[in-house]
């Protein structure tokens, strides 16, 4: 076939492709219109009013499996032993961490260098009685004591008595209690809004009407500004009923401050407090973005901030009752849109343009953003190979019958092959494609010094480390990692890994996970239908690391560092490249939108037996004294709250 009747059927073939993306992007909208509708059901009259039956068989169904699964009597009590473990680790979330007499009487009395002034934000709206008197009272609790409540009333007449019992409390502050009637309600951005021109403080808290604060959160937070020079601090959170902050619906475990995380999920909102200075020449809530008023605001806020702050721990209580939010976000399908819209604007802010904004499978307000990709710059694919014909051809043809992006290279670095088969199938490459280049390594497999050589003969703004026992699946998938490489912000992008049975093999690396406590794959062998802790399988998100099975970086950026470190001969030199790249003040980011399948270590074997374990454990313990101060701090991206030795999101 001549170059010109390559090219014309490889136009062909690439059309194809466009066409495929087309159609898989339109399922994609159906699937979420489905959802849609499914949450409609499930936010029904009558879908609620069947819930008791609905538990009831639904139990008996699971024991039923669960005893078929069963091999005897003993697994099944063991798997029961588990969960009663696993309900004992909740309660320590509960009134159990709530502080003992003499631990509150230790926080009152501390005294630190800055004993700043919190004014906490509520504003209220027909709040029920018993709501209102546990919300102040989990204000006037509080260990830490210079705070202010600021109370802002948009109650219609009916609700009379919201005003009542908040001049009772405010009667008995000694002036730390601030309440106002307001002419007419304003919504929760306006009502809020009121309330801040209520405040006095230096720090200013946001906190809904109808929920509760741990006893000791304002000490914690008040001891973070002081320790750290926190300007935005949030906490983690759970959502209960039935009144009672023992009985958790949803444990949620934040990562510490991530960009990503936040563009398309909301993932900070409770309790966040931040210094009164980052609001100087903007608003507080803005009325355009009512119902996800938060949103909006913590990311204005959070790109002002010096150092945003989480603190680790269960402080924030999010009572789930019908019309809340919590209770699902079909209670306030505005709330939608204006997240879209909230995001847009920041994007808008950050110099970014023609993008688009969609719900995900895991929830309508955790978004897909598809940002645009600027130019057409080319990819040099760096494939490291020794013999496996047939497991190149998969990964390389893959490339080229799937992809719907053009402008690469692939530059295979062939290492010590031996068999007849491989031979031929280079020169068949050489020969039929311009855009394949085979170049040599000499000596013993390195896999960091192999990558480097191929990098040397990357022609392209872009290097895309690819291991030869990958197959594409994502059309789109170059164009997916390329949307966030190119972003000066950004330094390695890693893809969605599966094995051939649609689990996961690779969603994000997290440092010390596993038994050498080194760096682990996160949500491993979980099925690819689940949508992840808290929906993380679901939307693009920052990680500190990524496979180099699927590794796109800048080649300005991987000589930077000097690309791979080559004394990590086998492992955990893509985990130190990523670090390397971290320590220059990069971020490294994880899409679940670019997907490949790995048929993992084919042509390499696993690193559990014999010298491989030694070499194995010898660039561990290497690993563990290069970053031992990163290690100790612990992986920002992974909450401390979960174990080290699972990779499920477990609890400790």
């Not at 009134?95 to 926080?107: D, G, H, I, R, V």
């Not at 119902?291 to 913590?298: C, L, N």
């Amino acid at each position: 076939m001549t170059e010109m009747n390559y090219k014309e059927a490889y136009e062909k073939e690439r059309e194809k492709c466009i066409k495929l993306e087309d159609r898989l992007a339109t399922l994609e909208s159906q699937n979420a219109d489905l959802q849609c509708k499914l949450d409609k059901i499930k936010n029904s009259i009558f879908w609620k009013m069947s819930k008791p039956f609905r538990v009831v068989i639904n139990f008996v169904l699971r024991q039923k499996q669960r005893l078929e699964r069963c091999d005897g009597l003993g697994d099944f009590l063991n798997s029961v032993r588990i969960k009663l473990q696993q309900k004992g680790k909740m309660k320590n979330y509960g009134t159990n961490s709530f502080p003992t007499e003499e631990e509150a009487k230790l926080q009152r009395e501390t005294k630190f260098e800055r004993m700043v002034k919190i004014s906490i934000l509520v504003p209220l709206w027909n709040t029920p009685k018993d709501f209102l008197r546990e919300m102040i009272e989990s204000v006037v609790n509080q260990t830490y004591t210079n705070w202010e409540l600021c109370l802002a009333d948009g109650s219609d007449e009916e609700h009379a008595y919201v005003g009542e019992i908040c001049k009772a409390y405010q009667a008995d502050s000694q002036g730390r209690i601030v309440y106002e009637k307001l002419a007419k309600n304003e919504g929760i951005a306006g009502n809020t809004n009121q309330c801040y021109r209520l405040a006095t403080g230096e720090y200013i808290g946001l906190f809904d009407h109808d929920d509760l604060l741990h006893p000791a959160v304002l000490y914690e937070y008040v001891k973070a500004i002081n320790e750290k020079q926190a300007d935005y601090l949030y906490c983690d959170e759970i959502t209960f009923h039935k009144g009672d902050i023992n009985k958790m619906l949803v444990m949620h475990f934040k990562p510490d401050y991530a960009l990503d995380n936040l563009r398309a999920n909301n993932y900070i909102c409770h309790f966040s407090v931040f210094s009164r200075e980052l609001l100087e020449g903007t608003e507080l809530f803005r009325t355009a973005f009512d119902g996800s008023q938060d949103h909006d605001m913590i990311l204005r806020l959070t790109d002002r901030a010096k150092n945003v702050v989480h603190i680790p721990k269960v402080l924030y209580y999010w009572r789930s009752h019908a019309g809340s939010v919590a209770s699902g976000i079909g209670a306030k399908p505005y709330a939608i849109e204006a997240a879209k819209g909230a995001v847009a604007d920041h994007l808008q802010k950050h110099g970014m343009d023609h993008f688009q904004i969609t719900s995900t499978r895991a929830c309508e307000t955790i978004f897909r953003i598809r940002y645009q990709v600027l130019g057409n710059p080319r990819i040099s694919i760096v494939i490291a190979n020794k013999d496996h014909a047939a497991d190149l051809k998969r990964c390389v043809d893959s490339i080229m019958e799937r992809s719907s992006y053009s402008n690469y290279e692939i530059i295979i670095v062939e290492n010590n092959s031996t068999t007849d088969e491989l031979r031929k199938l280079y020169k068949e490459y050489q020969e039929k494609y311009p855009f394949i280049k085979v170049v040599t390594y000499e000596g013993a497999f390195n896999y960091s010094a192999v990558n480097n050589l191929g990098v040397k003969y990357a022609e392209g703004e872009y290097i895309l480390l690819l291991n030869n026992d990958t197959e594409v699946i994502t059309p789109g998938w170059m164009e997916e990692m390329l949307m966030y490489a190119q972003r000066e912000d950004v330094g390695a992008v890693g893809a969605k890994l599966l094995y051939g049975d649609r689990t996961i093999q690779h969603a994000g690396v997290v440092l010390k996970l596993g038994a050498h406590r080194t760096a682990g794959h996160g949500h491993y062998k979980q099925p690819d239908s689940k949508l992840g802790y808290m929906g993380r399988l679901c939307y693009a998100q920052n990680v500190s690391a990524v496979t180099g099975a699927c590794l796109l970086v800048k080649k300005s950026v991987f000589e930077r560092v000097n690309g791979l470190e080559e004394s990590f001969q086998i492992s955990l030199n893509d985990v130190d490249f990523c670090l390397k790249l971290r320590k220059l003040g990069y971020l490294n980011v994880w899409t679940p939108f670019a997907e490949l399948y790995h048929h993992e270590s084919i042509s390499r074997g696993l690193d559990d037996k014999g010298e491989k374990a030694e070499r194995y454990n010898r660039e561990s313990e290497q690993f563990r004294k290069k970053w031992k101060e990163v290690l100790e701090k612990g992986d920002p991206y992974y909450n401390p709250n979960f174990s080290l030795d699972r990779s499920d999101f477990s609890l400790k």
